[in-house]
């Protein structure tokens, strides 16, 4: 006892770099626009809002174990079979439960470049070995996904859309890679962004699942829905898939204003569709400004536009961030995830992307 050293930790977390959100004020701006966490910025359905309130008189109470609502509302909504849905707290607990379950220490878990965080944080706390493949132009590529497959590998992450670089890929390639990974391999969909894409070649995952036993796909309420302080998120998987999940979770992982909130956000269709249109109206015509200041955006099928800065000093993104902070607008930098001449701004609501949008303008204009 006493002074002395903490215990030490497995090697793998030491790895980590804690995650860091997104900062939520400007220091001295009179208001902040805050467009760095690829959150719903018309917030949740009234109706949610209502069903958390009422939920909150509850709160002596756990909440269902098995989440049974929410699964049913989930199974309707989406015409799937309730008892392969697993849900968690945010798709981040589902990433996390599948690195626990799947990784073995020295096992690895491969994922594009660019991948979202949380595959790198969650293979590495359950003492797996992260492995990045290349990308083309920022696109997740099959053939170096599958030229990095080892007889380690025992996950393959593929967010679609991708965070943070919007990029998306079209189901014909998702099956080739599928079907050039060996049945021992977890393919895992994380479809975060799925609601917001507009391409006829795309598929969220859910019919691989359905025809799969080693594709999971994952879903969020945290972006299309405004749930993203309740912490919801959901897997549609192979029964064996959910037979592991549910033995690995936590008996009350989604909380009890959680499940309802859900649930009641998913029976308002229309406030979900008024919130992906308006998204993804405004993504188009921010990304047709932000290029007719000369700026290059990388194409995004997200929430969200990654934005490239140059390097010339006093233009990097680094000072565009800067610049933003003044303006009280708070975008995403990029280094943690090896883009440092990027910035990744979410879509807000019509009013805060013009804000935005009019500050990077000045920002610009000031390079003469
Ligand atoms: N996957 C991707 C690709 C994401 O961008 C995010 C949110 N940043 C998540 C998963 C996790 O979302 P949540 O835990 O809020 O469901």
Redesign the pocket.
């Known amino acids: 006892a006493g002074a002395g050293r903490a215990p030490a930790a497995r090697p793998g977390v030491m790895e980590i770099s804690a995650y860091v959100g997104g900062a939520s004020g400007a220091a001295g701006a009179a208001r902040t626009v805050k467009l760095s966490?690829?959150e719903c910025a018309w917030g949740p359905s009234p109706k949610a809002v209502e069903a958390f309130e009422a939920a909150s008189k509850k709160l002596y109470r756990y909440p269902d174990g098995g989440a049974a609502d929410l699964r049913a509302a989930i199974a309707r909504r989406f015409g799937l079979d309730a008892s392969r849905i697993v849900c968690g707290a945010?798709?981040?607990?589902i990433?996390s439960l599948l690195c626990q379950a799947y990784l073995a220490p020295g096992d690895e878990a491969l994922y594009s470049a660019h991948g979202?965080l949380?595959y790198r944080i969650s293979t590495l706390a359950a003492g797996g070995v992260p492995v990045t493949a290349p990308e083309t132009d920022l696109h997740a590529d099959v053939d170096a996904l599958l030229a990095k497959v080892t007889d380690r590998t025992r996950i393959v992450f593929l967010?679609n859309p991708?965070?943070p670089t919007g990029t998306y890929l079209p189901a014909a390639e998702v099956r080739r890679l599928h079907a050039g990974l060996r049945p021992d391999i977890l393919l895992v969909l994380?479809a975060?962004?799925a609601e917001f894409v507009r391409r006829n070649d795309y598929e969220a995952g859910i019919e691989m699942v359905a025809t799969s036993e080693n594709v999971v796909m994952?879903r969020?309420?945290?972006?299309l829905y405004g749930l993203?302080g309740l912490?919801?998120?959901w897997a549609y998987c192979p029964e064996g898939v959910a037979d592991v999940l549910n033995r690995v979770r936590g008996p009350f992982n989604v909380n009890l204003p959680a499940q309802a909130a859900a649930v009641a956000a998913l029976a308002d269709t229309g406030w979900a569709d008024k919130v992906a249109t308006e998204t993804i109206r405004l993504r188009g015509l921010a990304a047709e400004r932000l290029a007719a200041l000369g700026l290059t955006v990388t194409p995004s099928e997200g929430n969200f536009l990654l934005v490239h800065f140059p390097v010339t000093a006093g233009r990097t993104a680094q000072d565009a961030d800067a610049f933003l902070q003044r303006e009280g607008v708070i975008v995403r930098r990029m280094e943690g995830y090896g883009l440092p001449g990027a910035l990744r701004i979410s879509i807000g609501t019509e009013e805060e992307t013009a804000a935005c949008l009019d500050a990077v303008a000045r920002f610009v204009e000031g390079w003469g």
């Not at 945010?90 to 607990?93: I, K, N």
């Open positions: 966490s690829n945010g798709s981040d607990e990433i979202f949380m967010a991708n965070n994380d975060a962004y994952t969020t309420f945290s972006k993203a912490r919801v998120g």
